[in-house]
């Protein structure tokens, strides 16, 4: 039988991730938006668009929840968008209730699939979505390590006018003003970037890295960015789906890592057909573990904020 995936939320970010995981023909998707119409007329415009990209699963557009039965993987991207001005905190209790209830149809209908959560505060939902489902904190996972480690290795890319493909870039920690990014773990073919470009350059494209998200919205006027994150969780589904174990920085849950418990935070993890196999503990420096220490006291904020939902 061929794989699953349902997506939760046809805007712009689930739609995209539609078309990007059929583009990659490795399942069919159900894409699911309460909004009645919507989800079901970007399927059809998607299936219509099948004979030109070329790809063969089936898109599906629902308004209820009952086809996401049997799904291997449900990518939740329901949510209120972030506007100018607006932090990623600024979303949390607006979230967190749309959230709640997401995870509860989910554990009705698809109580074995693989959470992957997108929608912001990105650690924060997924913890709930932990939380509310009592899925294993290895099968709920946050998208965020991948989109950040991504802007990135383009800032990086731009800046020293090479391809993106010859990048590693680490950023770890919470998805907002608190990520850390590594750059003692970003390299070009092996060589540190602080070899390649100043200590000065190197902490410009870490701040704008952290800025990313914001730097979009402020273009946009009306919206947030959707295809880099929609492009990441392409990339996190077709790790899980092809059991290709690659390393990837996620959203996951620690329970002792790094010296952080009951908390979702973005850490390097292998991806595997059951989700989250294992988490990568680095050797950080007093400087990185204060960092992602920093990071995880904003996350914990947050999570008793929203205690009364959990």
Known sequence: MRK???????????????????????????????????????????????????????????????????????????GLARK????????????????????????RKAPNCIIIMVTNPLDVMAYLAWKKSGFSHNKVIGMAGVLDSARLKYFISKELS????????????GHGDSMVPLSR?????????????????????NERTKNAGAEIVEFLKTGSAYYSPAASVAEMVETILKSTKRILPCGAYLSGEYGLKDIYIGVPVVLGPLGIDRVIELELTKEELNSLNSSAETILKSIKLIDTVI
């Open 84 to 107: 100018p001005g607006m932090t990623r905190e600024d979303l949390l209790f607006r979230n967190a209730e749309i959230i709640a209830g997401i995870t509860d149809q989910i554990k």
């Open 162 to 173: 090479i391809s993106s493909k010859d990048i590693q870039a680490l950023v770890l920690g």
């Open 185 to 205: 773990f970003c390299t070009v073919s092996g060589i540190p970037i602080t070899k390649l470009m100043s200590e000065e350059k190197v902490n410009e494209l």
């Open 4 to 78: 699953k995936v349902s997506i939760i939320g046809a805007g712009n970010v689930g739609a995209t991730t539609a078309l990007y995981i059929s583009e990659l023909d490795i399942a069919d998707v159900v894409l699911v938006d309460v909004v009645d119409g919507i989800a079901k007329g970007k399927a059809l415009d998607f299936m219509e668009s099948s004979p030109v990209r070329g790809f063969h699963v089936n898109i599906t557009g629902i308004s209820g929840y009952d086809e996401i039965a049997n799904s291997d993987i449900v990518v939740v991207t329901a």
